[in-house]
């Protein structure tokens, strides 16, 4: 079954750094666009960055993670990958990544079909 596993989140302080990863399996992963989400306490989930299927595909990044964060994908090890540099307190969430349902735009929840169970980041001094 199609399985995605969040990993890599944990204490920084701010101005620090995290690598997540986001292990997938049980699905053509080559074919599909993964996406990152993010749940902050009481706020919804939003989008952060999403990167196609396709080595030109440009990625999205929300404006608040602009210049800060970057995604990047390994085909050959079915994984995604959000490298966040300078964080700041107000990145502390739960990050999630999803499979967009094809065609569909992937920085929005409603787009997706499959969900990790996501991996807390805290940015706190």
């Known amino acids: 079954q199609v399985q995605l596993v969040e990993s890599g989140g944990g204490l920084v302080q701010p101005g620090g750094s995290l690598r997540l990863s986001c292990a997938a399996s049980g699905f053509s992963f080559d074919y599909y666009t993964i996406a990152w989400f993010r749940q902050a306490p009481g706020k919804e989930r939003e989008g952060v960055s999403c990167?196609?299927?396709?080595?030109?595909?440009?990625?999205y990044y929300a404006d608040s993670v602009k210049g800060r964060f970057t995604i990047s994908r390994d085909n050959a090890k079915n994984t995604v990958y959000l490298q966040m540099n300078s964080l700041k307190p107000e990145d502390t969430a739960v990050y999630y990544c999803?499979?967009?349902?094809?065609?569909?735009?992937?920085?929005?929840?409603?787009?997706?079909?499959?969900w990790g169970k996501g991996t807390l980041v805290t940015v706190s001094s």
């Open positions: 990167l196609t299927n396709n080595s030109g595909g440009v990625p």
């Open positions: 999803a499979r967009a349902r094809p065609g569909r735009s992937c920085n929005r929840p409603s787009g997706m079909d499959y």
